[in-house]
């Protein structure tokens, strides 16, 4: 009887470690990976087709997936058109993340972004917004699309030329329609862990 019981505890454990395999993986990752984190820099949190969309798509994340910490970094901290599962802060706490990548959204986040210790900026160019902002420097736009630390995901192919074109770089081969949190964070750490794995592989040759 003692021996069923044990068995039934074994499966069960097998099950949950199963369950959790399959759950990290959709998230690109594995049960041998150090807990994650992903931070999202907004403009602001109140309505817009941006906004909505992604605060829609990141609190759909902190529902169903498991692996990765997400927080939110707001330039104007106004009430959210959506009431978040995840902690908020401002961007002046981006002085205090760690290397963990970063998505901003504009250009203004992606400068804001660039303050941060993170390894990797990934600006989701929603909207070739550049051909409408005059006020911002030539430096400034440069630095939000072609600083070393930044990489560009766009939403339409037409963007990837355009933006590829006016600025000389290459963007990233993802296109995301949306603001698709449970897609961008998959790339990112995936991304990240290729390149964690590159670098340990470089150290042991």
Known sequence: MAKKKKNQKHTEAVRRKVAASEEMSKLGLDLTDDLSAVGFVFSHLAVSQLTYLGLESINRVCKER????????????IPSCLQLLCPVFSVSELTRWQSYPLISTSIGTTIAALASNADTVYHLAFDPEFMDKSHYKSSDLHRAFCHPRVKVIVRHESHKKLIETEFGIQTCDM??????????????????????????ADKTQ
């Open 175 to 200: 296109i995301v329609s949306d603001l698709d949190a449970e897609a961008l964070i998959k790339f990112v750490l995936t991304e990240r862990k290729n390149g964690h794995d590159s670098k340990l």
């Open 66 to 77: 498991t692996g990765v910490d997400i927080c939110i970094f707001s330039q104007h901290l």
